[in-house]
């Protein structure tokens, strides 16, 4: 029997096993890891941006199957008749981004954003498809635009097995909800690593002051690649012996290819040419980790406004669009807030994760946290 696991079940899986509990594990900033200048939002989240909802289902099945969901949606409308600005940026195009071309055309996101597996993306596409031809106000239309990213999760998952299906993904999607996101080994974030330990989903805000604009910037990752692992500037892949090219004489120990999926959403009233030159700065923030960006890496980067007068309408009979837009030269504040939220993202997927064993045994350590602390110490970090 195959178990979904959606945020109130996650601790109950298949063949009496329960998966550890998570709850109790810190976040970046339980550890006094505070990357930036600027502070979060109430809930140091995506989620944090007004009308921005997460919804997420982990499948967990027997010894091989660690994979799941992570579904994103911009508002509660419908998106398809309610379109949001959105941008993407392609820091390295090793994946399957599924309906790239289209928003890289019009500058519009019409579906929620899926992330999931890579085998999966298609499996997910078709859901989301089923999602908005369900609409009440969609029974006419007949193109659909859905956007769906993945990261390699073959590593803890049974991949080939394309265990997500139509159903998990409409559940991700129902049971959406603006309340806090759930992190580490959940969704899209189960079966994946980055830097040689346990990765997942993680998420981080940040909240600009009202003299400039007091606008709100959340940020989510599916951590899944790798390089030398660097927390707020602390070198903790070198101090802990796993990073990229240890032992470059001998054949390399930490692969660094992967995938991370970086999800950017903000309240700033902004089109196409703004939110591209935000998930751009994204990327800055993913090297600020210590990522390598290798060959076999997609990084990629989905950026939206969720402005509720930057909306486009399905059809509508206007010909001009005449709604503010944040001057190009007052972005500045906010490339500062996505680099320091995806920085922070990353280290939260790292942090909340537990130690996953999957497919043919092979098993996957989360990052320990007591050595983390040692290494705080020697670099005089700790809070005080």
């Known amino acids: 029997m195959k178990y979904l696991l959606s945020l109130a079940m996650l601790g109950i899986v298949s063949d009496g096993y329960t998966q550890p509990d998570a709850s109790a594990k810190p976040r970046a900033r339980d550890l006094g890891l505070a990357p930036g200048i600027l502070d979060p939002g109430p809930l140091n989240g995506i989620t944090d941006v007004q009308g921005v909802t997460v919804g997420q289902v982990t499948i967990w099945e027997g010894d091989s199957i660690r ?3 992570t579904t994103i949606l911009p508002h509660g409308g419908n998106i398809f008749q309610e379109k949001v600005p959105a941008a993407i940026h392609l820091g390295n195009a090793f994946g399957k981004l599924v309906g790239y071309t289209q928003v890289e055309e019009l500058g519009t996101l ?3 954003i899926v992330l999931t597996g890579t085998l999966a993306v298609w499996n997910a596409a078709n859901a989301v ?6 609409l009440p106000g969609n029974e006419d239309v007949h193109s659909f635009n859905p956007v769906v990213g993945e990261t390699n999760d073959s590593g803890l998952n049974d991949i080939r097995g394309r265990h997500v299906k139509e159903s998990h993904v409409l559940e991700s999607i129902r049971t959406a909800s603006a309340e806090s996101v759930q992190e580490g080994v959940v969704g899209a974030g189960t079966g994946t690593s980055a830097f040689g330990w346990k990765g997942g989903i993680g998420t981080s805000s940040r909240k600009l002051p009202d003299a400039l604009g007091g606008f709100t910037v959340g940020v989510l990752v599916q951590s899944n690649y790798g390089g030398v692992l660097q927390m707020d500037g602390l070198p903790v892949g070198e ?4 990073y990229y090219l240890r032992d470059a004489t001998n054949g390399d120990e930490d692969n660094p290819d992967g995938s991370i999926m970086m999800v950017v959403a903000t309240d700033a009233p902004l089109r ?3 939110l591209t030159r935000i998930a751009k ?3 800055l923030g ?9 060959h076999g890496s997609g990084d990629y980067v989905i950026a939206f406004s969720t402005a509720p007068e930057l909306r486009s309408r399905f059809e509508s009979s206007e010909l001009t669009e005449n709604a503010n837009v944040l001057r190009g030269d007052k972005l500045s504040p906010i490339f500062q807030a996505t680099i320091e939220a995806t920085e922070e993202a990353v280290y939260n997927s790292l942090l909340k994760a537990v130690d996953v064993t999957g497919r043919d045994g092979r098993r996957r350590e989360a990052l320990p946290i007591d050595r983390l602390r040692e290494v705080m110490k020697k670099y005089n970090r700790l809070p005080k």
């Open 67 to 69: 994979t799941g969901v």
């Open 110 to 112: 019409e579906s929620p």
């Open 129 to 134: 498809v089923s999602y908005l031809m369900a």
């Open 239 to 242: 101090e802990l012996g796993r």
């Open 272 to 274: 196409q040419g703004g």
């Open 281 to 283: 700065r994204a990327m």
């Open 286 to 294: 993913l090297s600020r980790t210590g990522a390598t960006s290798s």
